[in-house]
């Protein structure tokens, strides 16, 4: 079931999320299977720590990896992929579930949205559940979460 307050700005920007049974779309490849979609459209949404106790959050396509020397680039420090409990702590979502919806008022936390997603015409970020996707564009993803742009992916070799 999607969030109360996911659902609020679902409905706020007339938006529509798919669902499955729980714990189908944990991972891109598996959002990408149940959303009859390629890997690259699923807009994986990604929590980092800096050393200096910033948080971040990495929106980008689930067919790239991020780069550290990239994410060291954008952000001024050295970066880690943040914990289950980090995430949640900071977002209110576990990963693999976790929406980019909603966060752009939190406190510690950046968002930022790779230029990968810009490849395709929609893509879909989680509902807040490990079970859901949005179609949107990537205009409109960039737009209502206020991420700024930037390049932190590579393409896996």
Do not use: H
């Amino acid at each position: 079931m999607i969030p109360e307050k996911v659902q609020l700005i679902l409905d706020q920007y007339s938006l529509e999320a798919a669902e499955f049974e729980p714990g189908s779309t944990p991972t891109s490849p598996t959002a990408a299977e149940k959303l009859g979609c390629r890997v690259g459209q699923i807009a994986k949404s990604m929590v980092f720590k800096g050393k200096d106790g910033r948080f971040f959050l990495i929106m980008a396509a689930g067919d790239r990896r991020i780069s550290s020397k990239r994410m060291k680039e954008l952000t001024g420090v050295k970066t880690r992929m943040a914990n289950a409990e980090e995430t949640a702590a900071i977002t209110g979502f576990r990963p693999g579930g976790v929406c980019p919806f909603g966060l752009d008022g939190v406190e510690g936390l950046e968002l930022f949205i790779d230029e990968s997603l810009s490849e395709w015409e929609t893509v879909y970020p989680a509902a807040g559940t490990d079970a859901s996707g949005v179609p949107v564009s990537y205009e409109r993803l960039k737009e209502i979460t206020g991420a700024a742009a930037c390049n932190v992916t590579e393409v896996p070799s």
